[in-house]
């Protein structure tokens, strides 16, 4: 279950000899490597100027390690640490060496060690550089939804498409299907499992966090949703695109995400919506908002449930200077007897505290007709700007931090229609920027100064205003489209620029449209609104949408020319049942010996596979059922005559399920092939004919018609099936042929009998053939 990985490999950077120079070095570039040892951190800069001749893969490391081992332990006194020779013992265990695939390709790998944290840090980089989520599907075939993460470099100048990251669950059962199918197993890719991404963010370290739903397990995290639903998932990267940690929220009924936020220590905080009872004390059925707080090592913190009988959603999150959590969305009725419901759809607004998980405030803004929050910032001051759509009409407000039911302002910004949407705030010192899109090319945000003007057809927007404390001006509006449909993902400001991710329907590019629909990353003068820059990204018949947008700290440095990640590169994480699997604590299933009393398996808190283990050993003698870990996986055997049902626990707490184990009788192996170990001489002498037995239908497999593959896969398993039915129908009659154990002499009556049908017989043989040689009677 999981890892605490103290050996990172990078990516591959060099080929051919080792000591050629590496491609894109110049020779004075510098980073800086920390190594925090029990706590205390020690940087050390690596100067690439140092190295005498070619800077090579080899020479690089050499350099780390001269510098790493220079540092010597000290003594209590201070004083370095000698070995027998006399020579000083380096204070750090950590290494960097070079690794070669099969292709000659080399690599950097970093060894460290449980007591070290190893952090790099370039001393330059380019200008930050953007990460864009899109989505895409197919307009016709099979092919499952699938995510994409694409780094955008020169986001100063051409938005430059950079590295591309795939992210995707695996779809358990096809995967199993291809492999059992294919002529050699090893070469078998996981078969992707549809996948969709809502959200993104990057942390202070660059790496980057994925929030969507898929129908796909992650690794140990096994979707247990029910009637092709899909969970929610959250993935982290680093910045050469390896996946750190992936979790599932472990809803049986199915979930949707729809927000990400991080907060000052780079935990990650998510929200969305499921009809399942996910935190502690959730008992009331239907749609119901969720908040997750996870580490940033993938340690789930809390999960919060907005439990009412309404239907509710949240739609996005913020976190404040203190790592408050603040959300907004709908909600269809009361909260509670102090929130009740002004009718139809209401704005709800939620402070959660993020230590403890708990509702601190809530309000609920809203008339008889349809309103819903849509966005949500941290305003200037530290009050709290939520963006809502009411009745077709876009509104913003701010609200007291401390009191959610004082509100500061409210601005009426126009109608954007019962289709238009707002997809996001973002904050600049008193400026704020309000993404959306409308087909109502005459909406103006409270009149705005029009930068660029709506090119009809429906069209993304991006507004700013100015906050002026207790009220809030419109400055300008910029329309971002063409004559076909666009709709406004996200935005993301920094410095002079506004960056606005989308998608279309036509070509704001300029260079043709790919797909039937394209993704886009349009860049704004933040001061004029002016469009400078727009990048279109498509795939030829599909449907590429835009569905976040994220700013990291750094771009491209020579920490990527060295195939190496930004950020912490050992990452140590919780290894038990629950951080690394779906399972909760109280989920459970049951053990039945022999036809015995079936008893429970209960995960507890911290328990892991040797946990597990050692509660199934107690329920036997050592002689009955087996439990081994071995490699991080968890194996349960009966042994001898022995047979032991594993019996699955209730949809949604069934722990066999997220172990990754069917219900199945497991049989000993002497019963298996029916060996008989007693020493009774009754038994060994049996005349009771030996009738049945133990056949195998594997109908186990995965079986799907989803392709032609897949099907000659499953009809020969069924054949297979038939065949091992005929037989074991055969097995029920007993043997014509004569019992071994019944061999011996003859009884003196039954030879006498015998002969004198033998002498008629040979009689009639001989007097009765004529002249056709045929027997005459």
Do not use: M
């Amino acid at each position: 279950l999981g890892s605490d990985q103290e050996t990172f490999t990078g990516r591959s950077v060099a080929t051919g000899s080792r000591d050629d120079p590496l491609p894109g070095i110049t020779g004075t570039e510098t980073f800086t490597l920390t190594i925090t040892h029990l706590g205390t951190p020690t940087d050390i800069t690596i100067d690439l100027s140092k190295i005498t001749g070619p800077v090579s893969i080899n020479a690089v490391v050499n350099l780390i390690n001269n510098e790493i081992t220079a540092i010597p332990a000290l003594d209590a006194n201070g004083n370095p640490v000698l070995d027998s020779s006399g020579n000083p013992v380096p204070k750090f265990s950590t290494r960097f060496a070079v690794v070669s695939d099969a292709n000659f390709d080399h690599a950097i790998e970093i060894q460290t060690s449980i007591l070290e944290e190893v952090t790099l840090k370039p001393a330059a980089s380019d200008p930050a550089s953007l990460y864009v989520a899109t989505n895409r599907s197919v307009v016709s075939g099979d092919d499952p939804d699938s995510t994409r993460v694409t780094r955008l470099d020169d986001i100063a100048g051409l938005l430059t498409e950079g590295r591309r990251i795939d992210v995707a669950g695996t779809d358990a059962e096809a995967t199993a299907i291809a492999t059992a199918s294919a002529t050699d197993p090893t070469t078998v890719e996981p078969v992707a499992a549809a996948t969709r991404s809502d959200a993104i963010a990057v942390d202070s370290e660059g790496f980057v966090y994925v929030v969507g739903t898929s129908a796909g397990d992650f690794g140990s995290q096994i979707n247990t949703t029910q009637d092709g639903t899909e969970d929610v998932f959250l993935t982290k990267l680093d910045a050469n695109g390896n996946v750190v940690f992936s979790r599932l929220l472990g809803s049986a009924t199915g979930a949707d995400a729809f927000s990400i936020a991080i907060d000052g220590s780079d935990n990650v905080v998510v929200a969305g919506t499921t009809a399942d009872n996910l935190a502690p004390g959730t008992t009331v059925p239907g749609t119901d908002s969720f908040i997750a707080k996870f580490s940033k090592t993938g340690d789930r913190l809390f999960t919060y449930q907005l439990d009412t009988f309404a239907e509710d959603g949240i739609a996005d999150l913020a976190v404040d200077a203190n790592g408050d959590i603040f959300a907004t969305g709908f909600t269809k009725g009361a909260l509670d007897a102090a929130t009740p419901s002004n009718g139809g759809r209401d704005t709800v607004l939620l402070r959660i505290d993020g230590t403890t998980g708990a509702l601190a405030d809530k309000t609920v803004i809203g008339t008889a007709g349809d309103e819903r929050g849509q966005a949500i910032a941290v305003a200037n001051d530290g009050n709290i700007l939520v963006a809502a759509r009411e009745d077709g009409r876009a509104v913003l407000r701010k609200l007291d931090a401390t009191n959610l039911s004082n509100v500061l302002f409210t601005q009426d910004l126009g109608s954007i229609g019962l289709t238009g949407k707002i997809s996001d705030l973002a904050v600049s010192g008193t400026d704020i920027f309000l993404a959306g899109d409308t087909e109502d090319a005459t909406f103006t945000g409270g009149a705005a100064t029009v930068a660029n003007a709506a090119a009809g057809g429906g069209d993304a927007f991006l507004l700013k205003l100015s906050d002026q404390g207790a009220s809030v001006s419109s400055d300008l509006i910029s329309f971002v489209g063409t004559t076909a449909a666009e709709n406004a993902d996200d935005i993301v400001v920094t410095g002079t620029s506004v960056f606005l991710a989308g998608t279309t329907g036509g070509d704001i590019s300029g260079n043709g449209r790919a797909g039937a629909t394209d993704g886009f990353v349009a860049r704004l003068n933040a001061t004029t609104g002016l469009i400078e820059q727009v990048d279109q990204f498509g795939i030829l018949l599909s449907k590429t949408s835009g569905s976040g947008l994220a700013l990291a700290p750094g771009g491209e440095s020579v920490l990527d020319k060295l195939g190496l990640p930004l950020g912490t590169v050992d990452r140590l994480e919780t290894r038990d049942i629950e951080t690394q699997t779906t399972a909760r604590v109280g989920d459970y299933f049951e053990v039945s010996i022999n036809g015995g009393k079936a008893e429970r398996i209960t995960l507890e808190a911290g328990d892991d596979l040797d946990d597990i283990a050692r509660k199934l050993k107690r329920l036997s003698l050592t002689s009955v059922l087996d439990a081994t870990v071995t490699a991080g996986e968890l194996e349960i055997s009966a042994l001898g005559t022995n047979k032991i049902d594993l019996i699955a626990g209730p949809s949604g707490k069934d722990l066999l399920e997220k172990l990754g184990f069917a219900p199945q009788r497991l049989v000993g192996l002497d019963a298996l092939l029916e060996l008989d170990t007693g020493t009774s001489s009754t038994s060994s002498k049996s005349k009771e004919p030996q009738i049945g037995g133990n056949f195998a239908l594997r109908l186990d497999q995965p079986l799907s018609l989803a392709s032609k593959t897949a099907a000659q896969f499953t009809l020969t398993q069924i054949q297979d099936a038939i065949e091992t039915t005929k037989r074991a129908f055969r097995s029920l009659t007993p043997s014509p042929l004569p019992d071994p154990a019944l061999s011996g002499p003859v009884p003196p009556q039954l030879s006498k009998e015998l002969a004198n049908y033998s002498d008629a017989l040979l009689r009639l043989q001989f007097a009765s053939f004529g002249t056709s040689g045929g027997l005459v009677i």
